[in-house]
Structure formats: structure tokens, C-alpha cells
């Protein structure tokens, strides 16, 4: 059996599957603001952080570790997990003092790991990716390192607020004396899998490229990025590996406590977003996912580690080998919602039949989709901006605001150079056919959906699976398959409709910004 668990912003996961059966055999997860209510965080995070900041405790994400284990303990025999993988929120920060390798290689399991991990923190909260207060120390890293298109052939991204070395810096700025007892910066992903292992895990390389300071180009810590960050940052950070090659055995709190066998081994944990492009199937290039949220992404694999000239994607480590790219756009739900609204219609006036009335005005109607500040591209949009055509109706607006939400994402994924071979679709709106079908008209490739609930922690138990020589392919072939009839196909005769559309929104565009 092999466990994989996923802590993100909102809940902690598990997954337990057997390998032999082929199947899911245990599930797990605490939701902290409705399981864990006296953090006071209902959505994750600490609310009403001031300046852009927003963060959580994190003694939230590991009592929630004791409260998982103990439920899974109670559907399985945990001592036939042979192997434990997971993942963690992207660029969250764990700031611990030198009693923390005493602390968890010497875990009572009569007390709780909360009560005994507290005193080891030197800082109370950890910044996670919401964090956007650091926009003066990501000034001050890419001028010191020579701008941010160095930082960003470096590093995979220019330098973002929400990433660990900006906010690392500015812990060191605020709080010298805290800074200089810290021991070790943690991800959130090292932190849970050392506790896990009774000593500090490496951080893996998928999820430390999500820091500002790992060098793709031989996936260590970049020296000149890391001196500009911190003073002594070098010997605070751990160093790094893979999350494929298991560090440690399991530690004697968790095999006395839950059961584990004492040969259990804990691979270094990655981000969610790696684990995500497992879970999802997508370790090869050529397959792409989109993930329809409050955001849009879109992340896909590569071969070699290509960065975007614009600043806008960023890249990753992925967990089967080579890279990947990650880009995100804020308006994606909230941009639909807001049409919806306006309109005055439900979400069946975006499904197919209802769009079906408008396709012979596929790409004659052009909106930047845009009902607020955007990250890719990067502009303070107020409202979006049109340029019809045709006379509005109803479903040539909603029409002409999917097919922006995704030209712009078609433009800003170019510089990938992949040509989608399949794309696999998540989300909610992911469920809706008229929405998948202006996706795989845009992209003239075909759409699957998948029956993946949580992808980031069954991507972890397919790691984990992998880390112990089962083959990653196989397994995805198995636990990573398309919804009975999900699969859309573009509507071939709109691709010289959509090409063009394609070139005029990018001159839209560029009117804008």
C-alpha cells in the first residue's frame, strides 16, 4: 500500500491505494476551517493581514496530520503502507529553531505533535502563496542579481511576491534577531515530511524551484540569488533532491501511535502543483491541464527547462523528470461569474446547446476578459474591453468571453512551444460542455476530464507507488482515466476562425497595456 497526502490552503488530504489491487482502498481529510475552527482561519489562512499580507499557523497543518492519521487508522491497517509521498501549498515558509531535529527524532506519541513542536517555531506564522507584501524585497533580489529577466533565467520566474525568497527576506529584514535563531527554513511540503520522518528531508526539486532560488540548470541553490536574499541563508536552507528517492524510514511516534511498520519510508515531499501534474496523468509532454477555478492554470510538461520571456509562467520541477510550467490568470471564474451576474442568466446559458446558437460568430467578436487586475498579462484592467462585430446577444457575449479567457491563454503559452496533443480539464466549470468545447475549439485539441478528485494527493500516492519501483506510466494508465464519455472533440472547421482571432486579440491587447 502506498499513502500520499496533500496539504493545501484549505484542508489536509490523504490517499491509500494498493497497487496490486489496482484501487483506492482509504481516504482521508481534515478541512481546518470547519475541523480545526480555534485557528480561526475558515478558508486556510489567518484573515485581515494587513499590506498584502496573508498567513496560517503552522501547528494548524499539523495537528490536522495527528487527526488524518488517526482517521485512516481507524479504515486500515497502516502497517501495510510500505512507502509515504505528499505534497504541500507552493512557496509557503516554515521557520524553525535547532531544537526541531531533537524535537521530532524524539516525538512522545502520548502527547500530541502540536504540543511538542510549538516551541520549536521563530516564527508563529507562516507566509503562505497569497502573500503579496513583498514587493519592495523582490526589487531589491533582482537588482542585486542584475534584473529580473537574470532572476528569472536563473530561477524559472521573475521574482513574485508569494514566492519563499521575497519573504524570506523580508522576515529577515523585520525580525533580525528571529531570523538569525532560525535553524532551517522549511517549505510547507519539507516541513510535514520531516515531522513524518523524525528529521529534516531535503526539499525536492518540483517544489523548491517555486522559491526564487534554485538554478534549474543543476537544481541547486543558486549562490548569487541566495546571498541576495538573506545573509547566512546558505547554511539555513536544506539541500535538495527528489521526491522520487525515499530519505528516511518513518519515525517511531507515528509507528507506535498509528501502526506504520517500522520499515515505512517517506520520500521528500513536492509541491501541489507537481503532485497535481501526476495525479492528472500529464508527466509527458504534449499533454496539458487546465484547471477552471476562482483562477485559471495552465501547466503542462517539459522536456527542458524553457522560460517565458515575459515573465508571466513560471517553471517547476516535475516529478517523473524534466520540468514544467505553470501560468496563472486571475480572472477565470471570478471573470465568468461576473457575466453571469451581469446578464442576469444561470450557468446554463454557457453550456452547449445554449452556445451552439452562436457559432457561426466563432472569433468575429473580440473581449479581454478582464474584470480586474490581471497577472497574465500583468496590468490593473478595471473593466473589460470589447470589440464586437456583431450585435450583442446574450450567448455572443458569453461566446466572446470564453473564447478571450482562452485565446489569452493560447498566446500567453506560446513561448512553451508545446502544440497540446490532449487536454485534460479540471475544475468545476470543468464539467460544463459548452465551456470544454470553446476550449477545444481555441486549442484545436481534444478534451478529456478525468475522475480525479483530489489530483495533488493522488499524484502523492502514485509518487510514493513509483519511489517504490512500480511504473509511473502504468499506474497513470490505471488511476488517472478520462469520465465515461467525457472526451470533446474540437470543431476542426474553426481552426483558420480561431487563428485569426488569435492575431487580433493580441493587437487588442496590446492596445490596453
Known amino acids: 500500500m502506498f499513502l500520499g497526502f496533500d496539504s493545501s490552503t484549505q484542508s489536509l488530504s490523504a490517499i491509500v491505494l494498493d497497487a496490486d489491487q489496482n484501487k483506492i482502498i482509504a481516504e482521508a481529510s481534515v478541512n481546518f476551517g470547519k475541523d480545526l475552527p480555534h485557528y480561526s482561519a475558515p478558508s486556510g489562512f489567518i484573515p485581515g493581514g494587513s499590506s498584502g499580507e496573508v498567513h496560517a499557523d503552522p501547528m494548524m497543518w499539523i495537528e490536522a496530520l495527528d487527526?488524518?492519521?488517526?482517521?485512516?487508522?481507524?479504515?486500515?491497517?497502516?502497517?501495510?503502507?510500505?512507502?509515504?509521498?505528499?505534497?504541500?501549498?507552493?512557496?509557503?515558509?516554515?521557520?524553525?529553531?535547532?531544537?526541531?531535529?531533537?524535537?521530532?527524532?524524539?516525538?512522545?506519541p502520548s502527547s500530541s505533535l502540536k504540543a511538542q513542536l510549538s516551541a520549536?517555531?521563530?516564527?508563529?506564522?507562516s507566509p503562505i502563496w497569497m502573500d503579496t507584501s513583498t514587493g519592495q524585497e523582490c526589487k531589491e533580489i533582482a537588482s542585486a542579481v542584475g534584473g529580473n529577466a537574470e532572476v528569472c533565467a536563473r530561477s524559472g520566474s521573475v521574482m513574485i511576491e508569494r514566492f519563499t525568497g521575497s519573504q524570506i527576506r523580508k522576515f529577515s529584514k523585520q525580525n533580525p534577531s528571529a531570523y538569525a535563531a532560525t535553524s532551517r527554513v522549511h517549505l510547507v511540503s519539507s516541513f510535514i515530511a520531516s515531522v513524518l520522518a523524525g528529521k529534516s528531508l531535503p526539499i525536492d526539486f518540483g517544489d523548491g524551484a517555486g522559491m526564487n532560488l534554485l538554478n534549474l540548470k543543476d537544481l541547486t541553490w543558486d549562490k548569487d540569488l541566495v546571498n541576495a536574499t538573506a545573509s547566512n541563508l546558505t547554511e539555513k536552507l536544506l539541500p535538495t533532491a527528489s521526491c522520487l528517492k525515499p530519505q528516511a524510514t518513518i519515525g517511531s511516534y507515528f509507528i507506535e501511535k498509528y501502526g506504520f511498520s517500522k520499515n515505512c519510508q517517506v520520500c521528500p515531499f513536492t509541491g501541489d502543483n507537481p503532485a497535481s501534474l501526476v495525479g492528472m496523468g500529464a508527466t509527458t509532454p504534449g499533454q496539458v491541464v487546465i484547471s477552471l477555478g476562482t483562477s485559471d492554470t495552465f501547466f503542462a510538461a517539459m522536456a527542458e527547462p524553457k522560460t517565458d520571456p515575459q515573465g508571466f509562467g513560471h517553471v517547476f520541477g516535475n516529478p517523473a523528470g524534466g520540468f514544467m510550467s505553470l501560468i496563472c490568470f486571475r480572472n477565470g471564474s471570478l471573470a465568468r461569474e461576473a457575466l453571469r451576474d451581469e446578464l442576469g442568466v444561470d450557468w446554463s446559458a454557457f453550456d452547449q446547446d445554449a452556445l451552439s446558437s452562436s457559432k457561426s460568430s466563432a472569433g468575429k467578436n473580440l473581449t479581454l476578459p478582464f474584470y480586474g487586475p490581471e497577472i497574465t498579462p500583468r496590468h490593473d484592467f478595471e473593466k473589460p474591453v470589447t470589440e464586437f462585430s456583431e450585435p450583442r446577444t446574450d450567448a455572443i457575449s458569453i461566446r466572446s468571453l470564453l473564447e478571450g479567457q482562452f485565446l489569452n491563454m493560447r498566446l500567453h503559452s506560446q513561448w512553451m512551444g508545446i502544440a497540446p496533443q490532449r487536454i485534460l480539464l479540471t475544475g468545476g466549470a470543468s464539467k460544463n460542455n459548452g465551456i470544454a468545447q470553446i476550449v477545444a475549439d481555441v486549442f484545436q485539441a481534444p478534451v478529456e476530464r478525468l475522475e480525479v478528485a483530489n489530483s495533488a494527493a493522488l499524484g502523492a500516492a502514485l509518487i510514493a507507488a513509483t519511489a517504490a519501483g512500480n511504473n509511473l506510466v502504468n499506474l497513470q494508465s490505471i488511476f488517472c482515466k478520462p469520465s465515461p464519455d467525457s472526451r470533446i472533440l474540437p470543431e476542426t472547421s474553426l481552426a483558420s476562425a480561431y487563428a485569426t482571432a488569435l492575431d487580433a486579440f493580441k493587437r487588442l491587447l496590446q492596445t490596453q497595456i
Do not use: C, W
Open 120 to 125: 520549536s517555531l521563530t516564527r508563529s506564522t
Open 67 to 108: 487527526l488524518v492519521l488517526g482517521k485512516l487508522s481507524a479504515q486500515i491497517d497502516l502497517s501495510k503502507v510500505t512507502m509515504i509521498a505528499g505534497s504541500g501549498q507552493q512557496h509557503g515558509s516554515v521557520y524553525v529553531n535547532e531544537s526541531f531535529d531533537s524535537i521530532i527524532a524524539n516525538l512522545d
